[in-house]
Protein backbone atom coordinates (compact mmCIF):
# COMPACT_ATOMS: atom_id res chain seq x y z
CA UNK A 1 0.00 0.00 0.00
CA UNK A 2 0.87 3.38 -0.32
CA UNK A 3 1.47 6.33 2.39
CA UNK A 4 -1.69 7.84 2.07
CA UNK A 5 -3.36 3.98 1.81
CA UNK A 6 -1.80 2.88 5.18
CA UNK A 7 -2.68 6.07 6.80
CA UNK A 8 -6.23 6.00 5.16
CA UNK A 9 -6.84 2.40 6.63
CA UNK A 10 -4.93 2.79 10.37
CA UNK A 11 -7.68 2.92 13.56
CA UNK A 12 -7.81 6.12 14.50
CA UNK A 13 -8.21 7.31 18.48
CA UNK A 14 -9.90 10.14 19.51
CA UNK A 15 -7.38 12.66 20.59
CA UNK A 16 -8.55 12.91 24.26
CA UNK A 17 -7.50 9.36 24.69
CA UNK A 18 -4.08 10.62 23.16
CA UNK A 19 -4.15 13.55 25.56
CA UNK A 20 -5.03 11.41 28.48
CA UNK A 21 -1.21 9.56 28.01
CA UNK A 22 0.14 12.96 29.00
CA UNK A 23 -2.36 13.89 31.67
CA UNK A 24 -3.49 16.61 29.91
CA UNK A 25 -7.55 17.34 30.72
CA UNK A 26 -10.26 17.27 28.27
CA UNK A 27 -10.87 21.15 29.82
CA UNK A 28 -7.11 22.28 27.82
CA UNK A 29 -7.55 20.65 24.64
CA UNK A 30 -9.21 22.73 22.12
CA UNK A 31 -10.92 20.24 19.64
CA UNK A 32 -10.89 20.49 16.12
CA UNK A 33 -12.63 17.36 14.88
CA UNK A 34 -12.54 14.38 17.15
CA UNK A 35 -8.70 13.55 16.17
CA UNK A 36 -6.73 16.22 16.43
CA UNK A 37 -6.50 19.51 18.88
CA UNK A 38 -4.67 22.58 20.57
CA UNK A 39 -3.46 22.33 23.60
CA UNK A 40 -4.43 25.48 25.71
CA UNK A 41 -1.23 28.11 26.62
CA UNK A 42 -2.87 28.51 30.02
CA UNK A 43 -2.68 24.94 30.62
CA UNK A 44 0.76 24.80 29.33
CA UNK A 45 2.05 27.44 31.35
CA UNK A 46 0.78 25.41 34.10
CA UNK A 47 3.70 23.10 33.43
CA UNK A 48 6.78 25.86 34.14
CA UNK A 49 7.77 23.91 37.46
CA UNK A 50 7.94 20.31 35.87
CA UNK A 51 11.58 19.52 35.15
CA UNK A 52 12.44 19.03 31.60
CA UNK A 53 12.41 15.70 29.36
CA UNK A 54 15.71 14.28 27.64
CA UNK A 55 15.60 16.34 23.99
CA UNK A 56 16.80 14.37 21.32
CA UNK A 57 17.19 15.72 17.87
CA UNK A 58 16.69 13.75 14.35
CA UNK A 59 18.87 15.30 11.55
CA UNK A 60 20.03 13.87 8.07
CA UNK A 61 23.22 13.89 5.88
CA UNK A 62 22.81 15.52 2.53
CA UNK A 63 19.19 15.30 0.63
CA UNK A 64 19.01 13.32 -2.15
CA UNK A 65 16.61 12.23 -4.96
CA UNK A 66 17.37 8.81 -3.39
CA UNK A 67 15.78 9.84 -0.09
CA UNK A 68 16.76 9.85 3.65
CA UNK A 69 13.53 10.28 6.07
CA UNK A 70 13.92 11.98 8.28
CA UNK A 71 10.16 12.09 9.48
CA UNK A 72 9.75 9.00 9.05
CA UNK A 73 12.77 8.33 11.19
CA UNK A 74 11.26 10.37 14.27
CA UNK A 75 8.52 9.15 14.16
CA UNK A 76 9.48 5.45 14.18
CA UNK A 77 11.88 6.39 17.10
CA UNK A 78 9.37 7.74 18.82
CA UNK A 79 6.90 4.18 18.54
CA UNK A 80 9.99 2.46 19.31
CA UNK A 81 10.91 4.17 22.62
CA UNK A 82 7.74 4.16 23.95
CA UNK A 83 7.48 0.44 23.12
CA UNK A 84 10.73 0.09 25.12
CA UNK A 85 8.04 2.00 28.43
CA UNK A 86 10.29 5.30 27.49
CA UNK A 87 7.31 7.65 27.77
CA UNK A 88 7.87 9.32 24.90
CA UNK A 89 6.22 11.94 22.45
CA UNK A 90 7.19 13.78 19.00
CA UNK A 91 7.40 17.99 17.90
CA UNK A 92 7.20 18.35 13.94
CA UNK A 93 6.75 20.86 11.74
CA UNK A 94 3.69 21.43 9.64
CA UNK A 95 3.73 20.90 6.07
CA UNK A 96 3.61 23.74 3.26
CA UNK A 97 1.05 23.38 0.69
CA UNK A 98 3.63 24.88 -1.78
CA UNK A 99 5.74 21.55 -1.34
CA UNK A 100 2.46 19.46 -1.09
CA UNK A 101 1.74 20.49 -4.49
CA UNK A 102 4.66 20.46 -5.78
CA UNK A 103 7.58 17.83 -5.21
CA UNK A 104 7.12 16.43 -2.28
CA UNK A 105 3.39 15.20 -2.59
CA UNK A 106 3.20 14.93 1.45
CA UNK A 107 5.35 15.21 4.82
CA UNK A 108 4.00 13.41 7.61
CA UNK A 109 6.44 10.09 7.96
CA UNK A 110 5.79 7.43 5.77
CA UNK A 111 5.15 3.08 5.76
CA UNK A 112 4.51 2.38 8.98
CA UNK A 113 5.46 5.45 10.76
CA UNK A 114 3.50 8.25 10.22
CA UNK A 115 1.82 11.33 12.39
CA UNK A 116 -2.37 10.99 11.56
CA UNK A 117 -4.63 12.03 10.13
CA UNK A 118 -2.03 12.20 7.65
CA UNK A 119 -4.41 14.08 4.56
CA UNK A 120 -5.35 16.72 7.37
CA UNK A 121 -1.90 17.54 8.35
CA UNK A 122 -0.96 18.13 4.89
CA UNK A 123 -3.54 20.11 3.35
CA UNK A 124 -5.03 23.05 5.89
CA UNK A 125 -4.80 20.57 9.40
CA UNK A 126 -5.82 23.49 12.11
CA UNK A 127 -5.82 26.50 9.54
CA UNK A 128 -1.97 28.23 11.27
CA UNK A 129 -0.44 28.58 8.25
CA UNK A 130 -3.50 30.62 7.04
CA UNK A 131 -3.48 32.83 10.27
CA UNK A 132 0.27 33.42 9.44
CA UNK A 133 -0.07 34.17 6.13
CA UNK A 134 -3.25 36.20 7.03
CA UNK A 135 -0.90 38.38 9.73
CA UNK A 136 1.72 39.04 7.17
CA UNK A 137 -0.51 40.26 4.59
CA UNK A 138 -2.23 42.73 7.01
CA UNK A 139 1.28 44.66 7.88
CA UNK A 140 1.85 44.14 4.45
CA UNK A 141 -1.41 46.45 4.16
CA UNK A 142 -0.66 48.55 6.79
CA UNK A 143 2.62 49.64 5.59
CA UNK A 144 1.32 50.49 2.20
CA UNK A 145 -2.20 52.45 3.78
CA UNK A 146 0.27 54.23 5.89
CA UNK A 147 2.21 55.78 3.36
CA UNK A 148 -0.55 56.10 1.19
CA UNK A 149 -2.07 58.43 4.38
CA UNK A 150 0.79 60.97 4.35
CA UNK A 151 3.36 58.88 5.51
CA UNK A 152 3.97 60.10 8.78
CA UNK A 153 7.13 57.96 10.13
CA UNK A 154 8.61 58.78 6.65
CA UNK A 155 8.88 55.47 5.08
CA UNK A 156 11.28 55.89 2.12
CA UNK A 157 9.40 53.73 -0.66
CA UNK A 158 12.07 53.09 -1.78
CA UNK A 159 13.30 51.06 0.85
CA UNK A 160 10.45 49.31 2.21
CA UNK A 161 12.08 46.13 3.25
CA UNK A 162 8.36 43.70 3.82
CA UNK A 163 7.96 41.45 0.75
CA UNK A 164 4.67 39.91 0.57
CA UNK A 165 3.85 36.07 1.15
CA UNK A 166 1.38 32.97 -0.29
CA UNK A 167 1.96 29.46 0.73
CA UNK A 168 2.26 27.88 -2.66
CA UNK A 169 5.11 27.50 -5.22
CA UNK A 170 4.83 30.70 -7.57
CA UNK A 171 7.66 31.86 -9.83
CA UNK A 172 5.34 34.37 -11.39
CA UNK A 173 5.23 36.09 -8.02
CA UNK A 174 9.03 36.20 -6.96
CA UNK A 175 9.34 39.77 -8.41
CA UNK A 176 6.18 42.35 -9.32
CA UNK A 177 5.34 45.64 -9.74
CA UNK A 178 2.24 46.79 -7.33
CA UNK A 179 -0.09 49.64 -6.99
CA UNK A 180 -0.63 50.47 -10.33
CA UNK A 181 -3.58 51.86 -12.01
CA UNK A 182 -3.62 55.72 -10.35
CA UNK A 183 -3.04 57.43 -7.46
CA UNK A 184 -5.94 55.82 -5.50
CA UNK A 185 -4.41 52.38 -5.57
CA UNK A 186 -1.05 53.59 -3.75
CA UNK A 187 1.90 54.52 -5.10
CA UNK A 188 3.77 51.81 -8.10
CA UNK A 189 7.15 50.17 -6.60
CA UNK A 190 8.66 46.99 -7.15
CA UNK A 191 7.88 44.18 -4.82
CA UNK A 192 7.55 40.56 -4.38
CA UNK A 193 6.23 37.63 -2.75
CA UNK A 194 8.19 35.28 -0.42
CA UNK A 195 6.56 31.74 0.21
CA UNK A 196 4.80 31.80 3.74
CA UNK A 197 7.54 29.46 5.55
CA UNK A 198 10.14 32.20 4.43
CA UNK A 199 8.04 34.87 6.08
CA UNK A 200 9.39 36.50 9.11
CA UNK A 201 6.41 36.11 10.97
CA UNK A 202 6.28 32.24 10.87
CA UNK A 203 10.30 32.57 11.64
CA UNK A 204 8.46 34.64 15.29
CA UNK A 205 5.82 32.14 15.43
CA UNK A 206 8.30 29.67 16.22
CA UNK A 207 10.69 31.00 17.81
CA UNK A 208 8.35 33.09 20.39
CA UNK A 209 8.01 31.66 24.01
CA UNK A 210 4.62 32.87 24.85
CA UNK A 211 1.73 34.70 23.40
CA UNK A 212 3.46 38.22 24.72
CA UNK A 213 6.72 37.39 23.49
CA UNK A 214 5.20 36.96 19.98
CA UNK A 215 3.63 40.08 20.38
CA UNK A 216 6.89 41.95 21.41
CA UNK A 217 8.58 40.39 18.45
CA UNK A 218 6.39 41.43 15.88
CA UNK A 219 6.65 45.07 17.08
CA UNK A 220 10.29 44.88 16.02
CA UNK A 221 9.91 43.40 12.69
CA UNK A 222 11.86 46.20 10.48
CA UNK A 223 9.39 46.84 7.49
CA UNK A 224 11.59 49.69 5.80
CA UNK A 225 14.05 52.57 6.28
CA UNK A 226 14.02 56.36 6.41
CA UNK A 227 15.84 58.41 3.86
CA UNK A 228 18.38 58.96 5.76
CA UNK A 229 18.38 55.04 6.20
CA UNK A 230 16.97 54.71 9.72
CA UNK A 231 15.00 51.25 10.54
CA UNK A 232 11.32 51.68 11.18
CA UNK A 233 9.12 48.86 12.86
CA UNK A 234 6.56 47.67 12.54
CA UNK A 235 5.13 48.94 16.10
CA UNK A 236 4.91 52.25 14.61
CA UNK A 237 2.22 51.30 11.68
CA UNK A 238 0.70 49.98 15.04
CA UNK A 239 0.74 46.05 13.45
CA UNK A 240 1.67 44.21 16.71
CA UNK A 241 -1.74 43.96 18.18
CA UNK A 242 -3.74 43.20 15.08
CA UNK A 243 -1.10 40.64 13.82
CA UNK A 244 -1.69 38.89 17.52
CA UNK A 245 -5.16 38.76 17.47
CA UNK A 246 -5.21 36.68 13.96
CA UNK A 247 -2.44 34.60 15.62
CA UNK A 248 -4.08 34.37 18.78
CA UNK A 249 -5.37 30.50 18.10
CA UNK A 250 -2.49 29.29 16.20
CA UNK A 251 0.11 29.50 18.74
CA UNK A 252 -1.44 27.26 20.89
CA UNK A 253 0.38 23.82 19.99
CA UNK A 254 -1.16 21.33 17.45
CA UNK A 255 -1.44 17.45 19.47
CA UNK A 256 -2.07 14.40 17.06
CA UNK A 257 -0.94 11.05 16.99
CA UNK A 258 1.12 8.00 14.96
CA UNK A 259 0.03 5.17 13.79
CA UNK A 260 0.98 3.66 17.20
CA UNK A 261 -1.14 5.52 18.54
CA UNK A 262 1.86 7.68 20.56
CA UNK A 263 1.68 11.60 21.21
CA UNK A 264 2.69 14.21 18.50
CA UNK A 265 2.85 18.15 18.49
CA UNK A 266 3.13 19.16 15.05
CA UNK A 267 3.17 23.28 15.38
CA UNK A 268 5.33 25.71 13.28
CA UNK A 269 6.73 25.03 9.47
CA UNK A 270 9.54 27.26 8.71
CA UNK A 271 11.66 25.94 5.67
CA UNK A 272 15.85 25.36 6.74
CA UNK A 273 17.17 26.04 2.89
CA UNK A 274 15.65 29.68 3.68
CA UNK A 275 14.61 29.87 7.33
CA UNK A 276 15.52 27.90 10.23
CA UNK A 277 13.69 25.19 9.91
CA UNK A 278 12.40 23.87 13.49
CA UNK A 279 9.03 23.14 14.68
CA UNK A 280 7.84 25.97 17.29
CA UNK A 281 9.57 26.43 20.59
CA UNK A 282 6.39 26.51 22.58
CA UNK A 283 5.70 22.50 21.16
CA UNK A 284 8.97 21.80 22.09
CA UNK A 285 9.01 23.50 25.36
CA UNK A 286 5.50 22.07 26.25
CA UNK A 287 6.63 18.56 24.99
CA UNK A 288 9.38 18.54 27.20
CA UNK A 289 6.89 19.54 30.16
CA UNK A 290 5.03 16.56 28.94
CA UNK A 291 7.17 13.10 28.66
CA UNK A 292 10.79 12.15 29.90
CA UNK A 293 11.75 12.15 26.09
CA UNK A 294 11.18 14.53 23.12
CA UNK A 295 12.48 14.05 19.62
CA UNK A 296 12.23 16.63 17.14
CA UNK A 297 13.26 17.14 13.87
CA UNK A 298 15.30 19.45 11.96
CA UNK A 299 15.11 20.22 8.65
CA UNK A 300 17.06 18.90 5.76
CA UNK A 301 20.90 17.83 6.10
CA UNK A 302 22.66 18.87 9.19
CA UNK A 303 24.42 21.83 7.64
CA UNK A 304 20.99 23.53 7.52
CA UNK A 305 18.68 22.56 10.15
CA UNK A 306 20.85 21.04 12.72
CA UNK A 307 23.20 23.76 12.27
CA UNK A 308 20.47 26.34 12.72
CA UNK A 309 18.91 24.42 15.65
CA UNK A 310 21.37 24.62 17.30
CA UNK A 311 22.56 28.23 16.57
CA UNK A 312 19.41 29.57 15.96
CA UNK A 313 16.26 27.59 18.21
CA UNK A 314 18.54 26.64 21.18
CA UNK A 315 20.51 29.81 21.24
CA UNK A 316 17.13 31.77 21.49
CA UNK A 317 15.25 29.81 23.66
CA UNK A 318 17.99 28.65 26.06
CA UNK A 319 17.81 24.38 25.01
CA UNK A 320 20.38 21.80 24.96
CA UNK A 321 20.24 18.77 23.17
CA UNK A 322 20.88 15.25 25.08
CA UNK A 323 21.53 13.39 21.71
CA UNK A 324 21.25 13.56 17.77
CA UNK A 325 20.29 10.74 15.31
CA UNK A 326 21.78 11.13 12.18
CA UNK A 327 19.76 9.61 9.48
CA UNK A 328 21.26 8.01 6.51
CA UNK A 329 20.51 5.65 3.83
CA UNK A 330 22.62 3.62 2.04
CA UNK A 331 20.79 4.08 -1.72
CA UNK A 332 21.36 7.99 -0.53
CA UNK A 333 25.49 7.31 0.19
CA UNK A 334 25.62 5.49 -2.89
CA UNK A 335 24.88 8.98 -5.13
CA UNK A 336 27.16 11.19 -2.97
CA UNK A 337 29.48 8.18 -4.17
CA UNK A 338 28.57 9.08 -7.57
CA UNK A 339 26.41 6.87 -8.86
CA UNK A 340 23.10 7.54 -10.97
CA UNK A 341 19.47 7.20 -9.54
CA UNK A 342 18.64 4.23 -11.57
CA UNK A 343 21.53 1.93 -10.34
CA UNK A 344 20.62 2.68 -6.95
CA UNK A 345 19.19 -1.42 -6.38
CA UNK A 346 22.63 -2.75 -7.50
CA UNK A 347 25.43 -3.76 -4.94
CA UNK A 348 28.06 -1.09 -4.97
CA UNK A 349 29.95 -1.18 -1.71
CA UNK A 350 32.63 0.82 -3.16
CA UNK A 351 30.13 4.05 -3.57
CA UNK A 352 28.68 3.37 -0.57
CA UNK A 353 32.57 3.86 0.68
CA UNK A 354 33.13 6.79 -1.53
CA UNK A 355 29.39 8.44 -0.06
CA UNK A 356 29.86 8.05 3.36
CA UNK A 357 32.78 11.32 3.21
CA UNK A 358 28.88 12.96 3.24
CA UNK A 359 28.30 11.04 6.35
CA UNK A 360 31.15 11.54 7.59
CA UNK A 361 31.35 15.28 7.49
CA UNK A 362 28.05 15.30 9.38
CA UNK A 363 29.43 13.47 12.05
CA UNK A 364 32.30 16.03 12.28
CA UNK A 365 29.97 18.59 12.79
CA UNK A 366 27.46 17.40 14.95
CA UNK A 367 30.07 16.27 17.19
CA UNK A 368 31.62 20.11 17.77
CA UNK A 369 28.64 21.22 19.06
CA UNK A 370 29.63 19.05 21.98
CA UNK A 371 26.39 16.61 21.20
CA UNK A 372 26.73 12.68 21.14
CA UNK A 373 25.35 11.11 18.15
CA UNK A 374 24.03 8.22 16.53
CA UNK A 375 23.91 6.93 12.99
CA UNK A 376 20.27 5.86 12.28
CA UNK A 377 20.56 3.76 8.96
CA UNK A 378 16.90 3.96 7.32
CA UNK A 379 16.96 0.22 5.78
CA UNK A 380 15.73 -0.48 2.19
CA UNK A 381 15.15 -3.97 0.53
CA UNK A 382 17.68 -3.80 -1.54
CA UNK A 383 20.45 -2.91 0.82
CA UNK A 384 23.11 -5.50 1.16
CA UNK A 385 25.12 -6.87 4.49
CA UNK A 386 28.14 -5.57 2.62
CA UNK A 387 26.81 -2.34 1.89
CA UNK A 388 25.36 -1.68 5.87
CA UNK A 389 28.98 -3.11 7.08
CA UNK A 390 30.57 -0.46 5.33
CA UNK A 391 28.26 2.46 6.79
CA UNK A 392 28.70 0.82 10.31
CA UNK A 393 32.67 0.73 10.09
CA UNK A 394 33.01 4.90 8.85
CA UNK A 395 30.52 5.31 11.91
CA UNK A 396 32.47 3.54 14.22
CA UNK A 397 36.18 5.12 12.99
CA UNK A 398 34.51 8.10 14.57
CA UNK A 399 33.56 6.60 17.95
CA UNK A 400 29.46 6.26 16.87
CA UNK A 401 27.42 3.15 16.48
CA UNK A 402 25.34 3.01 12.95
CA UNK A 403 21.88 1.30 13.78
CA UNK A 404 20.07 -0.01 10.71
CA UNK A 405 15.70 0.61 11.52
CA UNK A 406 13.26 -0.71 9.41
CA UNK A 407 10.80 1.81 10.76
CA UNK A 408 9.16 2.02 7.09
CA UNK A 409 8.10 -1.36 7.25
CA UNK A 410 7.50 -2.03 10.55
CA UNK A 411 6.80 0.85 12.22
CA UNK A 412 7.87 1.50 16.32
CA UNK A 413 8.96 -2.53 16.34
CA UNK A 414 11.56 -1.40 13.61
CA UNK A 415 13.25 0.75 15.75
CA UNK A 416 13.84 -1.01 19.21
CA UNK A 417 17.76 -1.26 18.52
CA UNK A 418 17.86 2.62 17.72
CA UNK A 419 15.83 3.18 20.09
CA UNK A 420 17.76 1.40 22.72
CA UNK A 421 21.23 2.66 21.78
CA UNK A 422 19.50 6.20 21.72
CA UNK A 423 17.93 6.51 24.98
CA UNK A 424 20.97 4.99 26.56
CA UNK A 425 23.03 8.09 24.92
CA UNK A 426 20.59 10.60 25.87
CA UNK A 427 20.52 9.34 29.42
CA UNK A 428 24.34 9.13 30.02
CA UNK A 429 24.83 12.63 30.55
CA UNK A 430 27.11 12.93 27.55
CA UNK A 431 26.02 16.25 25.92
CA UNK A 432 28.14 19.00 26.54
CA UNK A 433 26.22 21.65 23.90
CA UNK A 434 27.62 24.58 22.63
CA UNK A 435 26.88 26.71 19.51
CA UNK A 436 29.49 27.46 16.49
CA UNK A 437 30.13 30.91 17.63
CA UNK A 438 29.84 33.68 20.33
CA UNK A 439 26.71 36.34 20.16
CA UNK A 440 29.73 38.94 20.06
CA UNK A 441 31.73 37.96 16.83
CA UNK A 442 31.20 40.21 13.96
CA UNK A 443 28.43 39.58 11.57
CA UNK A 444 31.10 38.91 9.03
CA UNK A 445 32.66 36.17 10.62
CA UNK A 446 29.77 34.67 11.89
CA UNK A 447 28.89 34.04 8.32
CA UNK A 448 32.60 32.57 7.72
CA UNK A 449 32.41 30.57 10.89
CA UNK A 450 29.16 28.55 9.60
CA UNK A 451 31.26 28.71 5.98
CA UNK A 452 33.90 27.10 6.77
CA UNK A 453 33.49 25.04 10.10
CA UNK A 454 30.29 23.42 8.83
CA UNK A 455 30.54 23.62 4.75
CA UNK A 456 34.56 23.44 4.50
CA UNK A 457 34.37 26.64 2.70
CA UNK A 458 38.02 28.00 2.02
CA UNK A 459 36.47 31.72 2.32
CA UNK A 460 33.22 33.78 1.74
CA UNK A 461 32.92 36.46 -1.16
CA UNK A 462 30.49 39.34 -1.45
CA UNK A 463 30.27 42.32 -3.90
CA UNK A 464 30.61 46.13 -2.29
CA UNK A 465 26.84 46.20 -1.37
CA UNK A 466 26.42 43.15 0.07
CA UNK A 467 29.34 44.13 2.49
CA UNK A 468 28.39 47.70 2.94
CA UNK A 469 24.24 46.12 4.22
CA UNK A 470 26.72 43.65 6.52
CA UNK A 471 28.58 46.56 7.79
CA UNK A 472 25.54 48.51 8.08
CA UNK A 473 23.57 45.98 10.41
CA UNK A 474 26.79 45.90 12.68
CA UNK A 475 26.88 49.59 12.58
CA UNK A 476 22.93 49.82 13.16
CA UNK A 477 23.03 47.58 16.79
CA UNK A 478 22.30 44.13 15.03
CA UNK A 479 25.78 42.53 15.66
CA UNK A 480 24.97 40.13 17.87
CA UNK A 481 22.03 38.56 15.82
CA UNK A 482 23.35 34.74 14.70
CA UNK A 483 23.13 34.50 11.35
CA UNK A 484 20.65 32.11 8.94
CA UNK A 485 22.05 31.26 5.77
CA UNK A 486 19.72 30.39 2.72
CA UNK A 487 21.57 28.16 0.61
CA UNK A 488 20.73 24.68 -1.29
CA UNK A 489 20.30 21.87 0.68
CA UNK A 490 21.48 19.55 -1.97
CA UNK A 491 25.26 20.16 -1.21
CA UNK A 492 27.40 21.59 1.22
CA UNK A 493 28.26 24.08 -1.54
CA UNK A 494 26.06 26.28 -3.23
CA UNK A 495 26.37 23.88 -5.96
CA UNK A 496 23.43 22.00 -5.61
CA UNK A 497 25.43 19.32 -7.94
CA UNK A 498 28.11 19.10 -5.44
CA UNK A 499 28.03 15.85 -3.96
CA UNK A 500 29.89 14.08 -1.02
CA UNK A 501 31.57 16.43 1.03
CA UNK A 502 33.19 18.95 -1.49
CA UNK A 503 35.94 21.27 -0.40
CA UNK A 504 37.96 23.87 -2.24
CA UNK A 505 34.74 26.10 -2.59
CA UNK A 506 33.74 29.57 -1.82
CA UNK A 507 30.56 30.33 -0.03
CA UNK A 508 28.85 33.51 -1.87
CA UNK A 509 26.69 36.03 -0.37
CA UNK A 510 23.96 37.30 -2.68
CA UNK A 511 22.25 39.66 0.75
CA UNK A 512 21.34 39.96 3.59
CA UNK A 513 17.97 40.24 4.72
CA UNK A 514 17.47 41.36 8.42
CA UNK A 515 14.59 39.42 10.88
CA UNK A 516 14.92 41.96 13.62
CA UNK A 517 11.75 39.99 15.39
CA UNK A 518 12.70 36.21 14.87
CA UNK A 519 15.99 37.62 16.17
CA UNK A 520 18.20 36.44 13.28
CA UNK A 521 19.96 37.63 10.12
CA UNK A 522 19.35 35.89 6.62
CA UNK A 523 22.60 35.37 4.62
CA UNK A 524 20.86 34.68 1.00
CA UNK A 525 23.66 32.46 -0.43
CA UNK A 526 24.43 31.42 -4.56
CA UNK A 527 20.89 30.62 -6.91
CA UNK A 528 18.76 30.11 -3.75
CA UNK A 529 15.53 31.44 -3.85
CA UNK A 530 13.05 32.24 -1.05
CA UNK A 531 9.67 31.53 -3.53
CA UNK A 532 10.25 27.94 -4.81
CA UNK A 533 8.67 27.53 -8.32
CA UNK A 534 7.09 24.46 -9.61
CA UNK A 535 8.45 21.05 -11.10
CA UNK A 536 7.76 20.19 -14.29
CA UNK A 537 5.86 17.46 -13.23
CA UNK A 538 4.50 18.59 -9.97
CA UNK A 539 2.19 16.40 -7.40
CA UNK A 540 -0.47 18.77 -7.99
CA UNK A 541 -1.27 16.81 -11.05
CA UNK A 542 -1.84 13.55 -9.23
CA UNK A 543 -3.59 14.79 -6.12
CA UNK A 544 -7.47 14.03 -6.92
CA UNK A 545 -10.44 13.11 -4.55
CA UNK A 546 -11.36 9.56 -5.65
CA UNK A 547 -14.85 7.94 -6.20
CA UNK A 548 -14.99 6.83 -2.25
CA UNK A 549 -14.26 10.56 -1.47
CA UNK A 550 -10.75 9.84 -0.26
CA UNK A 551 -7.99 11.87 -1.04
CA UNK A 552 -5.29 9.95 -3.51
CA UNK A 553 -1.64 11.74 -4.74
CA UNK A 554 -0.43 13.13 -0.96
CA UNK A 555 2.63 9.96 -1.17
Not at 25 to 54: C, E, M, Q
Request: proline letters at 5%; aromatic letters at 6%.
Amino acid sequence: MSDIEIAQNAPIKPIAEIAAKLDIPNDALVPFGHTKAKVSLNYIDSLKDRPDGKLILVTAITPTPAGEGKTTTSVGLTDGLNLLGKKTMVCLREPSLGPCFGMKGGAAGGGYAQVIPMEDINLHFTGDFHAITSAHSLLSALIDNHIYWGNAAGIDTRRVAWRRVVDMNDRSLRHITSSLGGVANGYPREDGFDITVASEVMAIFCLAKNAKDLEQRLGQIVIGYTRDRQPIRAAVVKAPGPMAVLLKDAIAPNLVQTLEHNPAFIHGGPFANIAHGCNSVIATRAAMKLAPYVVTEAGFGADLGAEKFFDIKCRSAGLAPDAVVLVATVRALKMHGGVGKDNLGKENVRAVKEGCVNLARHIENVKSYGVPVVVAVNRFSADTDAEMAAVRELAASYGVKAIDANHWAEGGAGTLALAQEVAQVADSGASKFTTAYPDDMLIWDKIKTVATKIYRADDITADQKTMNDISALQDGGFGRLPVCIAKTQYSFSTDPNAKGAPTGHFLPVREVRLSAGAGFIVVVCGDIMTMPGLPRGPAANRIRINDQGNVEGLF
